[in-house]
């Protein structure tokens, strides 16, 4: 394995890491700002990040994260890894290259298993950042994390599926520029346990669509963007809207959550390094009994611990992505399902460390940390809990012994 990276990939570096200098970290007060200025948080979208995008598409960064050339930038998982870490170091980054999450995973989707008049519909106005599009597979009522207990229907009455259902986290929903929601629901209860769910294409100003609440993650609302409670009330879409064919679903679940858990992990490597640089500056730069914090060799273990969590989670990382990128996502499963337990926690622990070297200023909405915690926080449980993953290695592991 060659973790070298290519000359191209250096090139976007440096200008993403630039760009990000320049324009991402300078407009995120901005960002808040605007959206408190709305009548509501979830009426419209900050204007600065509509510039941003615009300036993003301008600089020639824009959908990175798509490997296929005729819509993406055709780079690998292994060399998008370390520029999704760039865009990772700040919670509104993503969106501003277009590589955020549900969408990168929706258009990968769509980009595999949706037909040509999907792609006119759905992916060309995402690929351009003109819509957002949420994805509904978790359920309030059952363990969502074993994907065969869902029990959403989407009916066939005809030329037409009925959906009925409630779903909840469905991050995206509350974009005022979300028009479309991929489903996951069972077609046949009697099939296969692998073979009775289905995804569809459900537009979300369908009659019976209703987004009841918005869910808060530690007190953030993450408007506009947020996450959706929804129910689905007797909802007819076309039955060309099925993705991929009845009894799908399940495969198709494990085709989007592969690189979908792989991108959060490269973006929390990014929230990391970001975290551990300001933790640097502020122990430096603060005296506490005569001395500055940095003198103290309990900071000094938290900066060396910090390092090291970091870069053994960044190799981890690039070789569940190389391995993504030779022998696919399947063979690739236990590192996927590695980093996916590893990426998150290593995240809390240096943002935790840096909150801890900030003092009362790490909780507060002054810096970054603490709504980045939230979100690290969280991603212990999103595209699966670290118990299931765990699981998972432990099964392919005792595998090679029996």
Same mark, same amino acid.
């Given at each position: 394995?060659?973790?070298?990276?290519?000359?191209?990939?250096?090139?976007?570096?440096?200008?993403?890491?630039?760009?990000?200098?320049?324009?991402?970290?300078?407009?995120?007060?901005?960002?808040?700002?605007?959206?408190?200025?709305?009548?509501?948080?979830?009426?419209?979208?900050p204007q600065v990040m509509e510039e941003l995008k615009e300036k993003a598409k301008a600089e020639g960064l824009w959908n990175l994260f798509l490997p296929e050339?005729?819509?993406?930038?055709?780079?690998?998982?292994?060399?998008?890894?370390?520029?999704?870490?760039?865009?990772?170091?700040?919670?509104?980054?993503?969106?501003?290259?277009?590589?955020?999450?549900?969408?990168?995973?929706?258009?990968?989707?769509?980009?595999?298993?949706?037909?040509?008049?999907?792609?006119?519909?759905?992916?060309?106005?995402?690929?351009?950042?003109?819509?957002?599009?949420?994805?509904?597979?978790?359920?309030?009522?059952?363990?969502?994390?074993?994907?065969?207990?869902?029990?959403?229907?989407?009916?066939?009455?005809?030329?037409?599926?009925?959906?009925?259902?409630?779903?909840?986290?469905?991050?995206?929903?509350?974009?005022?520029?979300? &028009?479309? %929601?991929?489903? !996951?629901?069972?077609?046949?209860?009697?099939?296969? #346990?692998? +073979?009775?769910?289905?995804?569809?294409? =459900?537009?979300?100003?369908?009659?019976?669509?209703?987004?009841?609440?918005?869910?808060?993650?530690?007190?953030?609302?993450?408007?506009?963007?947020?996450?959706?409670?929804?129910?689905?009330?007797?909802?007819?879409?076309?039955?060309?809207?099925?993705?991929?064919?009845?009894?799908?679903?399940?495969?198709?679940?494990?085709?989007?959550?592969?690189?979908?858990?792989?991108?959060?992990?490269?973006?929390?490597?990014?929230?990391?390094?970001?975290?551990?640089?300001?933790?640097?500056?502020?122990?430096?730069?603060?005296?506490?009994?005569?001395?500055?914090?940095?003198?103290?060799g309990v900071i000094q273990e938290w900066i060396a611990d910090s390092r090291i969590d970091i870069e053994q989670a960044r190799l981890l990382t690039? &070789?569940? %992505?190389?391995? !993504?990128?030779?022998?696919?996502?399947?063979?690739? #499963?236990? +590192?996927?399902?590695?980093?996916?337990? =590893?990426?998150?926690?290593?995240?809390?622990?240096?943002?935790?460390?840096?909150?801890?070297?900030?003092?009362?200023?790490?909780?507060?909405?002054?810096?970054?940390?603490?709504?980045?915690?939230?979100?690290?926080?969280?991603?212990?449980?999103?595209?699966?809990?670290?118990?299931?993953?765990?699981?998972?290695?432990?099964?392919?592991?005792?595998?090679?012994?029996?």
């Amino acid at each position: 394995m060659d973790f070298s990276y290519s000359q191209r990939v250096k090139e976007l570096q440096t200008r993403l890491t630039t760009f990000m200098d320049d324009f991402v970290y300078p407009n995120e007060r901005v960002y808040e700002q605007q959206l408190n200025e709305q009548d509501s948080r979830w009426s419209a979208v900050p204007q600065v990040m509509e510039e941003l995008k615009e300036k993003a598409k301008a600089e020639g960064l824009w959908n990175l994260f798509l490997p296929e050339s005729e819509y993406g930038a055709g780079l690998t998982n292994q060399e998008y890894a370390p520029l999704c870490e760039i865009m990772g170091r700040s919670l509104i980054g993503p969106e501003i290259f277009n590589c955020n999450a549900p969408d990168t995973g929706n258009m990968e989707v769509i980009v595999r298993y949706g037909t040509q008049e999907h792609k006119e519909q759905w992916l060309k106005p995402l690929l351009a950042g003109q819509m957002r599009s949420c994805f509904s597979m978790t359920e309030p009522s059952v363990a969502s994390a074993d994907a065969t207990n869902i029990e959403a229907r989407i009916e066939r009455d005809g030329d037409e599926y009925v959906i009925n259902g409630r779903k909840w986290w469905s991050s995206g929903a509350g974009d005022p520029r979300c &028009k479309i %929601a991929v489903v !996951m629901g069972k077609t046949d209860p009697t099939a296969n #346990r692998y +073979e009775q769910q289905s995804m569809i294409l =459900v537009p979300l100003d369908s009659p019976g669509v209703k987004i009841e609440r918005m869910l808060p993650v530690f007190g953030y609302d993450h408007a506009p963007h947020g996450h959706g409670d929804i129910t689905f009330e007797n909802v007819r879409v076309p039955v060309e809207n099925i993705l991929w064919g009845e009894g799908k679903g399940f495969a198709i679940a494990q085709g989007r959550l592969g690189p979908g858990r792989i991108h959060h992990c490269m973006r929390l490597i990014g929230t990391a390094e970001r975290a551990l640089e300001e933790l640097c500056k502020r122990v430096q730069s603060r005296i506490a009994f005569g001395k500055p914090l940095a003198s103290q060799g309990v900071i000094q273990e938290w900066i060396a611990d910090s390092r090291i969590d970091i870069e053994q989670a960044r190799l981890l990382t690039l &070789k569940a %992505a190389y391995m !993504m990128d030779t022998v696919g996502n399947k063979e690739a #499963r236990a +590192e996927i399902a590695m980093i996916k337990v =590893v990426a998150p926690s290593m995240a809390l622990r240096v943002l935790d460390r840096a909150i801890q070297a900030f003092g009362a200023a790490g909780v507060s909405d002054d810096f970054t940390l603490a709504a980045q915690w939230a979100n690290a926080r969280t991603l212990r449980m999103a595209d699966g809990p670290d118990e299931v993953h765990r699981a998972q290695v432990a099964k392919l592991e005792l595998r090679k012994y029996q």
